[in-house]
């Protein structure tokens, strides 16, 4: 790997921009020297417990609801193997390797914190693994958001022991053993508690929602410049996003929103030319964006702070805090960590959120291509009629929305009882935060529809837009050129979407036309 910068985990620190440097492999990892003293107070808890022969859940004890089993000292390390093995039963599609990769990284974090009790072997054979391209094979179905993630990251822990499956850039599978064997590296031998350790943590769930927190992070301002880009297109009025209006009814992300509006057409020949008109009301779309795009951020916000949190928590059970000045089982504590309420929660509520940005954006798109109410040609076709312009992008934008009213039902509200009644309560946290992921990319491609929609009806205005929105128009108009006659739109409105994702384009567009509100 060739990576200029370096993410030192810590336990306390990673934020969710480092995760995605990480799992882009734009950077490679080491563990702060600042960790190790926890890491290894938590390890000695473990290793004196074992040496004792004290009976402690996680360490020498069967798992769920095997808990009342007691394992002989010889069997411990054949305990922790057998976790592994028998939990690395997930279906579906693999993770592709951004996704384990960001999954990695965060467990990596959590054993960091220094309350897990794994031994400092396993986690240099994480830190390997990352530097090293090394990428288990990971099958995404098969976590209930409660005990953590327990399938996929056994997956995980399998490769680290040298068994199993890694996948590769590709997509192809090789098996883990002759890689190792290749380069040279020996697999890591689990002890007492370590397996446990590796896969009782809401890793696979955390980075779903680090992967969409980042998407959200640059989709959200393009939502904002896409409306404006819009109400350019409509002639629409600034006046209800008037400071005043907003300082009434002082919600962050609504005034934010209309700041942000405000920006973004501040000085804009074509507001200006039409301040005086006798049109009383834009229509709620556009008259009431401040208060929906404003909703929809105040979702990411609390988005942002949950993943920010979580990414350095503590998340397996038993959790460890030394206490040498009075040894004892204490020391050990059964808790309930692993559960991704949190998680399932946020992730449903964004969805649903997602789903109320497209919709209102597919509404925009109405607006535009009905003449009627445009006073634009029908479709905005040049030849309306024998062409259809247009027509068929908001067909699409209503398609990928009717995805994202499914994405907007909630997945956390559906547990099953599991392990003989021991865990009978799950958040479904795993299949929350990729359903957020999932919704992230239908919401681009109705925000790329809108935009294109947007782009075409600004084709009929004599008048330039604003800086900032002249600016985004030449960038779409560098993947869609002015429908000068029917054409194919398809690949067009795919690698908008995918371009909207990726985010690149908000710097651009800050760096030269000045920055947003944020």
């Not at 402690?56 to 798992?63: D, K």
């Not at 009790?117 to 990352?130: A, K, N, W």
Request: proline share 6%; glycine share 6%; hydrophobic share 40%.
């Amino acid at each position: 790997m060739t990576a200029e910068h370096t993410v030192f985990v810590d336990g306390a620190t990673l934020s969710p921009s480092e995760v995605i440097m990480v799992a882009e492999g734009k950077s490679v990892v080491e563990v702060s020297p600042d960790a190790w003293p926890g890491i290894h107070a938590s390890r000695a808890v473990v290793e004196r417990i074992v040496q004792n022969d004290e009976t402690v859940y996680g360490i020498n004890t069967g798992f769920g609801a095997l808990v009342n089993q007691r394992i002989s000292s010889d069997d411990l390390a054949q305990l922790q193997v057998n976790l592994i093995r028998s939990h690395a039963t997930a279906l579906g599609p693999l993770m592709s390797v951004k996704e384990v990769r960001a999954m990695m990284v965060i467990r990596l974090n959590s054993l960091c914190k220094g309350h897990s009790g794994i031994h400092p072997h396993c986690i240099e054979q994480l830190v390997l693994f990352l530097n090293s391209n090394i990428h288990p094979a990971v099958p995404r179905i098969g976590s209930l958001g409660a005990s953590g993630d327990l399938a996929p990251l056994s997956h995980l822990a399998l490769s680290l022991i040298g068994e199993g499956d890694l996948i590769k850039d590709d997509g192809s599978v090789i098996p883990t053993a002759e890689v190792l064997f290749d380069m040279g590296i020996l697999p890591v031998q689990l002890s007492a508690k370590d397996g446990l350790s590796l896969i009782n943590g809401t890793s696979q769930m955390a980075a779903y929602t680090t992967l969409a927190h980042q998407r959200l992070k640059h989709l959200l301002p393009f939502a904002d410049i896409i409306l404006c880009t819009s109400m350019e297109a409509r002639k629409c009025s600034l006046t209800p996003s008037n400071e005043l209006v907003h300082k009434a009814r002082p919600h962050p992300g609504q005034t934010m929103v209309a700041h942000r509006i405000r920006t973004l057409l501040n000085n804009s020949p074509i507001v200006n030319s039409h301040a005086e008109c006798d049109r009383v009301q834009d229509a709620y779309s556009f008259r009431c964006a401040p208060q929906v795009h404003g909703a929809v951020l105040e979702a990411y916000h609390r988005l942002d702070e949950m993943i920010n949190t979580e990414l350095n928590s503590a998340t397996d059970n038993p959790l460890i805090f030394p206490t040498p000045e009075a040894p004892g089982v204490h020391e050990v504590v059964s808790q309930g960590n692993f559960h991704g309420e949190i998680l399932a929660l946020t992730a449903d509520f964004v969805s649903l959120a997602l789903f109320e940005l497209g919709s209102i954006s597919e509404r925009r798109i109405d607006q535009m291509v009905d003449p009627a109410r445009s006073e634009l040609p029908a479709f905005l076709a040049q030849n309306s009629g024998l062409e259809s312009g247009v027509m068929i992008v908001q067909y699409v934008a209503g398609a990928s929305l009717g995805e994202l009213r499914g994405h907007a039902s909630p997945r956390s509200a559906f547990s099953t009882s599991t392990s003989a009644g021991q865990e009978d309560h799950v958040s479904m946290g795993a299949t929350a935060t990729w359903n957020l992921y999932q919704a992230t990319e239908r919401i681009a491609e109705v925000l790329a529809c809108e935009a294109m929609v947007a782009c075409q009806a600004l084709e009929f205005e004599p008048l330039n837009p604003a800086p900032h929105i002249h600016g985004f128009y030449q960038l779409v108009r560098s993947i869609i050129p002015p429908l000068v006659e029917d054409r194919s739109t398809s690949k067009e409105l795919r690698t908008l979407s995918s371009t909207l994702l990726e985010g690149s384009w908000l710097a651009r567009l800050e760096s030269e036309y000045g920055r947003l509100p944020s």
